[in-house]
């Protein structure tokens, strides 16, 4: 191995000990808590080499967010079977959504609620975030008016994301989540009589 290749390898584990950190750090204390001098700290670097990864505390959360966004579609993807799919299909979907949101907090704030500088519904829009609406495109889709597909996911997913913040901020009742599933599901592909 080259001294380039061995120094490469070096910068990319490093990369991937800041954003782990800063993810640990945000789940047991907030994101408040993480900071470019408490990150150095904690990996037992100089900020300046936090510096030569990233230009800030938001290229950070982005880097967290994409983690989350290719997390979320791989946890969505094991959720949904290949066929048959219908409503208990984007039930699954729904469920395992906020089941996802609830059991990482600072994660999915990196992903939807804080400045992560990552572009949506653009033609920069990284993979990971794509692959996440393509799947809920892929399941949905089929359930939506034809001429709007990307319509009727966006606000399946928004109806999903404000579940889980106004859940998550004590404003809706925790014990009734399954029952607001329940009901968005059937609002979006109604029950077929037998």
């Known amino acids: ?103 990482n907090p600072a994660l999915y704030d990196a992903m939807f609620s804080l400045d992560n500088g990552l572009p949506f519904a653009d033609e920069a829009t990284p993979a990971p975030l794509r692959e996440a609406f393509d799947l809920l495109l892929d399941v949905l889709g089929e359930h939506a008016h034809p001429d709007e597909p990307g319509l009727f996911v966006e606000t399946f997913w928004a109806a999903l994301h404000g579940l889980v913040t106004l859940t998550r901020a004590g404003r809706l009742p925790a014990d009734r989540v399954h029952d607001r599933l329940t009901l968005l599901t059937d609002r979006f592909v109604p029950r077929q009589d037998p």
């Open 1 to 103: 191995m080259s001294v380039h290749e061995r120094k490469e390898r070096e910068r990319v584990d490093r990369h991937r000990l800041i954003v782990s950190t800063a993810r640990e750090l945000a789940e047991t204390d907030g994101w408040d808590a993480v900071t470019t001098r408490r990150l150095a700290e904690r990996i037992e670097y100089s900020q300046p080499v936090l510096y030569s990864h990233f230009r800030g505390k938001n290229e950070i959360v982005g880097a967290v967010a994409l983690e989350g966004f290719a997390e979320l579609a791989a946890t969505l993807r094991a959720a949904v079977p290949e066929v048959p799919r219908g409503r208990d299909t984007v039930a699954a979907l729904a469920r395992t959504y906020t089941d996802f949101a609830a059991g």
